[in-house]
């Protein structure tokens, strides 16, 4: 079964730094793209960026450019997400994805990882 | 504001058939496939429908997704309670080279 496991709940202060992890098993994890997607509060989905584990090509969405940090260790079938300095507005659900590529594009994600909360609080 | 624009909401009766618009332009549907996601209250997003009208194996064929020109609809018959979600839509956008979503809409079943 392909899975995507995202590691637990984050409760931080603004200004500290957070690298939260999303691991692929059941299929070969260096053959896919892994994106992360926000979910703010009551809100929709924004795709913030994707890697590709096999080379590391990373790509951000222009909204996340400089933001945040997209990363990947294949030998152990993790990506990461990372902030330097938290802030409130970082506040949301963000998941992960596994996205096929076609034509050097994303084409579908599926699965979903289960989502990790980000409580940014002072 | 959502690059593709959906309506907030849309609803329907058991049984009945409804559909979903999602408008883009030129840079994103008009030259690349749509993709439409589910999201069930408090859970993570499936995939729905893949490129235009492809459903993934164990999605009933009661879901059904269509493109023309610069404009997508998911159409859902036989709706049932089960049903009742947020659904978005999704694609490739060449100007931004990025993926844009919709702002999603959300259906009841009454």
Redesign the interface.
Known sequence: EVQLVQSGAEVKKPGESLKISCKGSGYSFTSYWI?W?RQMPGK????MGIIYPGDSDT?Y???FQGQVTISADKSISTAYLQWSSLKASDTAMY?C?RIKR?AA???????????TLVTVSS | Q?VLTQPPSASGTPGQRVTISCSGSSSNIGS??V?W?Q?LPGT????LI??NNQR?SGVPDRFSGSKSGTSASLAISGLRSEDEA?Y?C?A?DDS?????????TKLTVL
């Open positions: 994106g997607v929709g989905l924004e795709w790509r969405s222009p909204s998941y994805a076609i594009r994303p084409d579908w994600f599926d699965p979903w990882g289960q989502g | 959502s690349n496939y993709y996601y999201q993570a997003p499936k995939l893949y490129r993934p947020d978005y999704a490739w931004l080279s990025a993926v844009v979503f919709g702002g999603g």
